[in-house]
């Protein structure tokens, strides 16, 4: 029954492909003359920030035609879930996606880390250890027999929580009996649990109608999501509780890696990585319209709470994640030589 479901999930997103009147099988060639096609999906809201800073990729690229690549990308979700994006990308029939670690984590397991929460001490710390952890680099580069390798991470912001009640959030106690928007992860489902909250797992495009039946009282996620998705008009309070740092990660088909040039590799990682530090020269300012944004919605924003009861409430999820072996504990220490 899974397989039968997995098969029907890529089927129904190259038939979604296909209305855009688009083929996967793009590539007329490697050799001189010919361009190389990549399409790239994700599910930010075309027009959006996020949107527009991924959109870089495709133009960086475009500044070198010497290496015959161009990047198509499909926003929006068009294709599918990110699950489905994944799965399509392993098949060889979509070149690129742009996912979250999270989702990475359903396939492969060590991606989980990004998921424990207080792994970074700070911005410059979760900045560090994704861009300089040679951990990380081999994580990347560890799912190639499956069929992808990520070649990029995307530099979201922290995670907060936010409630229907005018309440910040700065002990456990204060999370007691309400229901938080969890993502479809165990460690994420985990955290909320110790937070003190009752996670409710569920896709991020359903926190919106959730929190408008009361199916639960609050959620979890960046000030771009508390405004992009109109989660403003809903909930009372966004506490800088800053529990995580989860990157998202650009992910290619070993199909489409192989048999792309040296030259087209690494423009495409350069791109990849001049898009990303756009994204962080401006990320501060994006912050701050968006927080000025919720706040003119009647958003109460607490900032500069102690987190020492989270970070101790949080600590068996650390504990946890090591003992799953000898290479998970390698890449959370490699991990934390970055913190100073």
Same mark, same amino acid.
């Given at each position: 029954?899974?397989?039968?479901?997995?098969?029907?999930?890529?089927?129904?997103?190259?038939?979604?492909?296909?209305?855009?009147?688009?083929?996967?099988?793009?590539?007329?060639?490697?050799?001189?003359?010919?361009?190389?096609?990549?399409?790239?999906?994700?599910?930010?809201?075309?027009?959006?920030?996020?949107?527009?800073?991924?959109?870089?990729?495709?133009?960086?690229?475009?500044?070198?035609?010497?290496?015959?690549?161009?990047?198509?990308?499909?926003?929006?979700?068009?294709?599918?879930?990110?699950?489905?994006?994944?799965?399509?990308?392993?098949?060889?029939?979509?070149?690129?996606?742009?996912?979250?670690?999270?989702?990475?984590?359903?396939?492969?397991?060590?991606?989980?880390?990004?998921?424990?929460?207080?792994?970074?001490?700070?911005?410059?710390?979760?900045?560090?250890?994704?861009?300089?952890?040679?951990?990380?680099?081999?994580?990347?580069?560890?799912?190639?027999?499956?069929?992808?390798?990520?070649?990029?991470?995307?530099?979201?912001?922290?995670?907060?929580?936010?409630?229907?009640?005018?309440?910040?959030?700065?002990?456990?106690?204060?999370?007691?009996?309400?229901?938080?928007?969890?993502?479809?992860?165990?460690?994420?489902?985990?955290?909320?649990?110790?937070?003190?909250?009752?996670?409710?797992?569920? @896709?991020? /495009? %359903?926190? *919106?109608? #959730? &929190?408008?039946?009361? =199916?639960?009282?609050? +959620?979890?996620?960046?000030?771009?999501?508390?405004?992009?998705?109109?989660?403003?008009?809903?909930?009372?309070?966004?506490?800088?509780?800053?529990?995580?740092?989860?990157?998202?990660?650009?992910?290619?088909?070993?199909?489409?890696?192989?048999?792309?040039?040296?030259?087209?590799?690494?423009?495409?990682?350069?791109?990849?990585?001049?898009?990303?530090?756009?994204?962080?020269?401006?990320?501060?300012?994006?912050?701050?319209?968006?927080?000025?944004?919720?706040?003119?919605?009647?958003?109460?924003?607490?900032?500069?709470?102690?987190?020492?009861?989270?970070?101790?409430?949080?600590?068996?999820?650390?504990?946890?994640?090591? @003992?799953? /072996? %000898?290479? *998970?504990? #390698? &890449?959370?220490?490699? =991990?934390?030589?970055? +913190?100073?």
């Amino acid at each position: 029954m899974e397989k039968w479901k997995k098969t029907l999930g890529i089927a129904a997103s190259v038939a979604a492909i296909a209305v855009v009147g688009a083929t996967f099988f793009s590539v007329a060639g490697t050799s001189s003359g010919d361009v190389l096609e990549l399409r790239l999906a994700h599910n930010q809201a075309a027009g959006s920030e996020i949107a527009g800073s991924i959109a870089k990729i495709s133009e960086f690229v475009a500044e070198d035609p010497s290496q015959n690549l161009k990047v198509s990308i499909y926003a929006s979700g068009v294709l599918g879930t990110e699950k489905e994006e994944i799965e399509m990308v392993q098949a060889g029939v979509l070149d690129m996606a742009k996912v979250s670690s999270n989702t990475l984590g359903q396939f492969k397991d060590e991606y989980s880390i990004f998921a424990v929460p207080y792994l970074f001490q700070s911005q410059e710390h979760y900045y560090a250890a994704c861009e300089n952890s040679e951990k990380v680099k081999e994580l990347f580069e560890s799912t190639a027999e499956d069929g992808y390798i990520a070649i990029g991470y995307y530099a979201n912001g922290s995670r907060n929580f936010y409630l229907k009640e005018n309440v910040a959030c700065t002990d456990p106690s204060v999370l007691k009996g309400k229901k938080i928007r969890s993502m479809p992860s165990s460690t994420s489902m985990d955290m909320i649990e110790l937070m003190g909250g009752s996670p409710v797992p569920m @896709a991020g /495009g %359903e926190t *919106y109608s #959730a &929190l408008q039946q009361g =199916i639960i009282d609050g +959620a979890e996620n960046t000030e771009l999501v508390l405004t992009v998705d109109g989660h403003q008009d809903l909930v009372k309070a966004y506490t800088y509780t800053e529990h995580q740092y989860s990157p998202d990660i650009y992910i290619i088909s070993t199909r489409t890696w192989n048999r792309m040039t040296d030259g087209q590799k690494q423009l495409l990682v350069d791109s990849i990585q001049k898009a990303n530090e756009n994204f962080k020269s401006l990320y501060n300012g994006m912050m701050a319209e968006a927080i000025a944004e919720a706040e003119s919605h009647g958003v109460t924003i607490y900032r500069d709470i102690d987190k020492t009861a989270f970070i101790q409430a949080v600590q068996p999820v650390h504990e946890n994640y090591c @003992a799953k /072996g %000898e290479s *998970y504990k #390698a &890449l959370y220490d490699d =991990i934390q030589k970055y +913190a100073q």
